[in-house]
């Protein structure tokens, strides 16, 4: 499967079709993000498979709106799974990417790793390695909404007293792009307290994620208090669903109803 990725990777390179492509490479032991520039850099390519599938994962969209500041005029590729596909799609809606600036090559998950996440859609549209999984089955929000209210209030109230404030969640996101963070302002959230206010830390970075998550889970995997962040997240995106018929990066060019001007048709 890797041959699939590496081949089209280093045509795209030798034909000058992209500056650079945005990967991740694996050496001495170690998955990492690189940036490939020629051929020959490619035998040290990475899947992101350390222990086990994919799960050596890095937030390569949100590395490659770095690299495209500093080099705006210059063409990218970036490796994508479903998520990261996503991602990119409502990178672009956002003004944070240029579309056409950037190749991106496809790898779909395998079915253990949809079921893992849960995740609807693990495939990116267009596949260059890998073979389309059947979706995931939400379960961890099935489980939570099915307690009562009170119970789910403090089964909340239980994982958020867990939170050190480390911004893991925030940094890792590739849909967090604010040049200046919520989660860093006095009047929401005092800095250097901890634990940080319960429960107004998480809810204002899960208002933050209302028409943005594209439920990579990367908030969750970099959590070192493993507070089911991937969970709370699933739910406000299924809440924005309902509401307003919106699923963040699924189809290409919607914009979320939260990035127009103008008003909802029906929405008030």
């Keep these: 499967m890797i041959d699939s990725i590496k081949d089209k990777v280093k045509v795209l390179l030798e034909t000058g079709e992209i500056e650079g492509f945005l990967g991740l ?6 998955v990492a993000p690189h940036l490939f520039q020629k051929g020959e850099e490619l035998d040290d390519m990475s899947l992101g498979d350390h222990k086990g599938s994919g799960d050596a994962r890095y937030p390569l969209n949100k590395y490659l709106m770095n690299i495209a500041k500093a080099y ?49 859609q693990p495939y990116p549209a267009d596949i260059t390695a890998g073979e389309r999984a059947e979706p995931g089955e939400s379960k961890s929000v099935a489980a939570v909404d099915a307690l009562v209210l009170s119970e789910r209030f403090s089964y909340w109230m239980d994982e958020f007293v867990k939170c050190i404030k480390c911004y893991g969640c925030s940094n890792v996101c590739p849909m967090c792009f604010c040049n200046e963070c919520s989660l860093k302002c006095d009047d929401l959230v005092k800095n250097g307290e901890l634990p940080p206010e319960i429960p107004v830390f998480h809810h204002t970075r899960a208002m933050h994620m209302v028409g943005r998550c594209v439920d990579c889970g990367l908030c969750e995997e970099a959590c070192p208090s493993g507070i089911p962040l991937r969970t709370l997240y699933k739910k406000v995106g299924s ?11 699924y189809i290409r060019g919607q914009r979320s109803p939260l990035n127009k001007l103008d008003s909802v048709e029906g929405k008030e």
């Design 239 to 249: 809440i924005m669903e309902e509401a307003f018929d919106f699923k963040a990066g």
């Design 72 to 120: 705006p005029e210059a063409t990218f590729g970036v490796l994508v799974r479903g998520c990261d596909d996503r991602g990119l799609q409502a990178l672009y809606t956002w003004n944070q990417l240029n579309p056409k600036k950037v190749v991106a090559v496809g790898l779909a998950c395998p079915q253990e790793l949809a079921d893992a996440c849960e995740c609807l």
């Design 25 to 30: 490479v694996r050496k001495n032991g170690h």
